[in-house]
């Protein structure tokens, strides 16, 4: 198919498509080729910020008997509108048989740079050689996925507490703890830790980034030096309570309350006096806001403190 400025969602989907060729019928009475433009899901919706699990839209050509497909044409709408308006494009030998194509939606979707909120319509116009022509159109909804992830309660040992060897913990893997130490589990996986927790003499229970310089790289110096990324996570102070985090949780869980944080300013790389029940905002190196809430504190270098995240998915 050609491949214009115009038509860049054609583009999108004819690259993305395999070709299957189908035999023709021999009939004399030609009626319009048959088209079907499917759904994998039956849904009808496709969220575009999840690009680990696609919607793929299939479109089935068979042509009548006693004819070939000769060419196809894509007109894209969004809430009704046409905005890529398509020409018919002369179909490939392969295809003049009939053929089944199939592409993620998100692809297509994202390529076309749709908002959330929108419609956007796929019409499918197909040409026989007899000049014949049928329509197939499948919408979809484009949504948002404002779905949470949530731990359970983390506890991570003090700098100086020999019973819980948990010291460091990532969003990636589950939410996963990290153990110090040459034969310690943090070094190999520093890339993966975003939160740092030790117990000062000032900071008290703190809370910081890998890349905190005035608190966890001193408490932590001779670990932290041993890892091969010290990531940049930031804080923010926030309006969620206790109570309210909670909800977020265990009954909305989604993100709604966090995700339009603001962290280009009056951001810290650490959180220090923590109190049960506190919640700050966070933002990973990697992009990621979440909740954090503290469950229980430390009383000194020796104890733990446990805490809760939420984070976007």
């Known amino acids: 198919m ?9 583009a999108a989907f004819a690259i993305s498509f395999t070709f299957t060729s ?6 004399t009475t030609p009626s319009g080729p048959t088209v079907s433009l499917t759904d994998s899901t039956g849904t009808g919706i496709v969220d575009t910020t999840n690009f680990f699990t696609s919607t793929w839209m299939t479109l089935k050509v068979t042509p009548s008997s006693g004819t070939t497909i000769d060419a196809i044409k894509t007109d894209i709408k969004v809430d009704g509108v046409i905005i890529a308006p398509g020409t018919y494009d002369v179909v490939s030998a392969s295809q003049k048989d009939g053929f089944t194509e199939s592409a993620p939606v998100d692809f297509i979707v994202s390529a076309l740079k749709i908002a959330f909120g929108k419609t956007v319509t796929f019409i499918i116009n197909v040409k026989d050689n007899k000049g014949l022509i049928k329509t197939a159109e499948l919408t979809y909804n484009v949504k948002v996925d404002h779905a949470i992830l949530a731990s359970t309660e983390i506890e991570l040992g003090a700098q100086t507490n020999t019973t819980i060897p948990y010291k460091f913990v990532g969003l990636a893997d589950n939410f996963a703890t990290y153990t110090a130490g040459t034969a310690g589990t943090a070094k190999a996986n520093s890339d993966k830790i975003d939160f740092v927790y030790y117990y000062g003499t000032t900071d008290k229970n703190a809370f910081a980034a890998p890349s905190n310089a005035d608190g966890a790289k001193i408490i932590w110096n001779s670990e932290i030096n041993m890892w091969g990324v010290q990531n940049k ?6 309006t969620v309570t206790s109570t309210e985090f909670d909800n977020i949780k265990n009954t909305t869980k989604v993100d709604d309350t966090f995700a339009a944080l603001n962290f280009t300013t009056g951001t810290t790389d650490k ?20 909740l954090a809430k503290f469950t229980a504190i430390s009383a000194d270098a020796t104890g733990s403190t446990k805490v809760v995240l939420i984070c976007q998915n």
């Open 22 to 27: 189908c035999s023709k019928d021999e009939t």
């Open 271 to 290: 959180i220090t006096s923590l109190a049960v029940g506190s919640v700050y905002a966070f933002q990973t190196a990697a992009g990621v806001k979440g």
């Open 233 to 238: 996570t930031k804080f923010l102070a926030s």
């Open 2 to 10: 050609k491949k214009t400025i115009q038509s860049i969602a054609i």
